[in-house]
């Protein structure tokens, strides 16, 4: 009977202390809580309840600036073009600042601003500029309201004056993941030269570098007039505004979108007005991202693009 009872105790001691210790260990089976809305099937492959958003949609950044009260040479539309503008990026997700008549100090300021915001940000930038322009040694300059002061196209150099190069070098150096430059500036210049006296010429041809987008109210070298198509906004601006807001319900490429507004303005203008814009893209870029890209995914190569009509490099 002592034996038995011995026995009894070990096989007790064996079964408490000795069998859980010795049982294989099951990780997934744990019931502790499920991290990032895995079961318990899923664990070891750990996904998130929803995906990170593309970086192309983080902190959008838009600067947009309409100049009409010259000192030399008033303009009708840019102010309106500029508030339908902000209006609109807003309701599109952007953080807009809205800059009007602004003098050659104010403008520098501006940019100045914008470039710091954009390197916080490191989302997509967009500048949206309606005014006159003016272009000399092939730089494209965007001339501020107190214009009185160029009277001759090396003034624009020795004022200072921003152009459009500064902008774009000023967004590649915050990184942004993509740079979107709008300029409905291809107007009359409104000065002289001191060789040639009077001279009218549109902005010149711009390449964009990859990440970016340079869109111009009409072809390099042309001029295009300060004409409205509703009496609120610049023919070009008008066409722009219906097509963000088609390109941002609708998924549509922004290649697609310029290309659109270069067929809808010319065809209104009979080919007086041809709108131009360059591209350098690594994969196809939405307002409010890409439906059904997947495998259809390309490299958008670099090139110029006037009326629909592909010139590569």
């Given at each position: 009977?002592?034996?038995i009872f011995?026995?009894f105790?070990?096989?007790?001691i064996f079964?408490?202390f ?11 089976s744990a019931k ?6 895995t079961n ?6 750990v996904?998130p309840?929803?995906p ?13 600036i309409?100049n009409e ?7 009708i539309n ?5 508030k339908?503008?902000?209006?609109l990026?807003?309701?599109m997700?952007?953080?807009v600042?809205l800059k009007?008549?602004?003098n050659q100090?104010?403008?520098n300021?501006?940019?100045d601003?914008?470039?710091?915001q ?11 500029f ?6 000399i040694d092939?730089?494209n ?7 009185k ?6 003034d624009?150099?020795k ?5 459009a ?7 590649e150096k ?12 291809c107007?009359?210049?409104p000065?002289?030269t001191?060789?040639r006296?009077?001279?009218k010429?549109g902005?010149?041809?711009?390449q ?14 042309e001029t295009?007039?300060?004409?409205s198509?509703s ?16 390109a ?13 507004i270069?067929?809808a303005v ?9 709108p131009w ?10 307002f409010n991202g890409?439906?059904?890209e997947?495998p259809?995914m390309?490299s958008?190569?670099?090139?110029r ?9």
């Amino acid at each position: 009977m002592k034996y038995i009872f011995i026995i009894f105790i070990i096989i007790f001691i064996f079964i408490i202390f000795v069998l859980p210790n010795s049982a294989p260990q099951n990780t997934l089976s744990a019931k502790k809580p499920l991290e990032n809305g895995t079961n318990d099937k899923d664990r070891g492959t750990v996904e998130p309840l929803f995906p990170e958003p593309k970086i192309f949609y983080k902190h959008p950044l838009a600067l947009v600036i309409g100049n009409e009260k010259y000192e030399h040479n008033s303009l009708i539309n840019p102010v309106n073009d500029a508030k339908a503008m902000r209006a609109l990026l807003k309701k599109m997700g952007f953080e807009v600042t809205l800059k009007t008549n602004l003098n050659q100090r104010a403008m520098n300021e501006a940019i100045d601003d914008f470039g710091k915001q954009l390197l916080k940000s490191r989302g997509i930038g967009l500048f949206f500029f309606a005014g006159h322009g003016a272009q000399i040694d092939g730089q494209n300059y965007l001339l501020p309201i107190n214009n009185k002061m160029i009277q001759y196209q090396d003034d624009l150099e020795k004022k200072n004056i921003l152009y459009a190069d500064q902008i774009l070098k000023l967004m590649e150096k915050a990184k942004t993941t993509l740079n979107i430059i709008i300029l409905d500036a291809c107007r009359d210049n409104p000065y002289r030269t001191r060789e040639r006296g009077e001279k009218k010429e549109g902005l010149k041809y711009m390449q964009a570098p990859l990440g970016s987008i340079i869109a111009f109210a009409t072809a390099p070298g042309e001029t295009t007039p300060d004409i409205s198509k509703s009496g609120n906004n610049g023919l070009y601006t008008s066409h722009l505004l219906v097509a963000l807001e088609k390109a941002y319900q609708t998924h549509q490429r922004i290649d697609d979108m310029f290309m659109a507004i270069s067929r809808a303005v010319s065809e209104e203008t009979k080919g007086r007005q041809a709108p131009w814009y360059s591209f350098s893209l690594r994969e196809p870029f939405c307002f409010n991202g890409c439906e059904n890209e997947g495998p259809q995914m390309v490299s958008i190569p670099a090139g110029r693009f006037k009326m629909g009509n592909i010139q590569g490099n």
